[in-house]
């Protein structure tokens, strides 16, 4: 069994698309429990904040409908408005939407997503004095670092203030960084802070380099997760996720239509489940903690 903290979309459906309907995110959770997913977190993406708050009520409101949905999606990821507006690090986000974080519309989000919130990912240099951190982590909500060029003082600022987590690291940066001095270091350097989540297809991280990455975290430390889009569980094609368009090659790897950036994962936790045994050789209960033990201890859910 496995359970994601971040899908976007799966089988041909956008969660972040305003035409979303019951018969689709059925379909979608119908065919993640077809893939042993035990429950998901679906991800809402940085946009203007009417179109979020709009997304995240009709999440909630179809998943209040049926019992599939309400099995499938336990809880919601909000990545974003409060993300780094920097080229490279804004990733596939919409930089016109990014703002700086402030505790009025981060409580709008959260009434908007009905008290399903778990997970919020936002850059801690846009939360100056991290008042919308200690906010949401007073909610019991976990605070992921992502989409960040923070330095090493706001790092570890964001952690006195609830920061718990890192959200899928060696991504939403600039393919080319400084060969010491980047985000990456900063954040292995403080692995026994924080849980780091990694993304498993090696597209987004060579193998080579997850397999390092996830030494020095440590099995204990590290979630992988897909950052599934609507190409998840279906293969190449052209998608969509907000509003982008999204081409996905016979490589199986999800670009932004100009070829200028990733856009998520066209992966699912089975392929996941085949990467890390067969590219990094991890054993059965290492890949256990990595795509089920650890996201459900994250988010302090019982194991089934």
């Known amino acids: 069994m496995y359970f994601d903290l971040q899908v976007n979309g799966y089988a041909g459906v956008d969660f972040n698309a305003d035409t979303l309907g019951h018969e689709a995110l059925y379909k979608a959770c119908e065919l993640l429990r077809d893939h042993e997913l035990g429950g998901i977190l679906a991800t809402i993406i940085t946009d203007e904040l ?15 409908k049926d019992p599939l ?8 990821h909000i990545e974003g408005p409060f993300i780094s507006p920097e080229p490279g690090y804004v990733g596939a986000h919409p930089a016109h939407a990014v703002k700086q974080a402030n505790p009025g519309d981060m409580e709008r989000l959260l009434e908007a997503a009905g008290g399903l919130t ?12 991290g008042a919308v951190t200690r906010l949401l982590a007073d909610q019991d909500i976990l605070v992921s670092a992502g989409h960040t060029n923070a330095d090493i003082d706001t790092l570890y600022t964001a952690v006195e ?15 080319q960084l400084h060969r010491h001095e980047n985000i990456i270091q900063r954040v292995l350097s403080m692995s026994d802070l924080l849980w780091i989540t990694f993304i498993a297809d090696g597209a987004h ?3 080579p380099a997850l397999g390092n990455y996830l030494d020095l975290v440590g099995i204990d430390r590290a979630i992988v997760v897909t950052d599934a889009i609507a190409a ?18 016979a490589d199986g790897v999800a670009w932004a239509a100009d070829r200028s950036h990733l856009v998520g994962s066209a992966t699912s936790m089975p392929e996941a489940e085949k990467n890390l045994a067969e590219h990094i050789g991890l054993d059965e209960d290492s890949i256990h903690g990595l795509l089920y033990a650890n996201p459900m201890h994250a988010l302090k ?4």
């Open 50 to 64: 009417p179109l979020m708050t709009q997304r995240l009520e009709k999440l909630v409101a179809l998943r209040e």
């Open 118 to 129: 778990r997970i919020v990912t936002l850059a801690p240099e846009q939360d100056p004095g």
């Open 232 to 249: 998840a569980g279906l293969g190449p094609g052209r998608y969509t996720l907000a509003g982008q368009e999204v081409d996905v090659g």
């Open 301 to 304: 859910r019982p194991l089934i």
């Open 161 to 175: 203030q609830g920061l718990q987590m890192f959200t899928h690291l060696g991504n939403g940066c600039p393919m």
């Open 69 to 76: 949905i309400h099995d499938m999606i336990v809880g919601l």
């Open 205 to 207: 991280i060579p193998y």
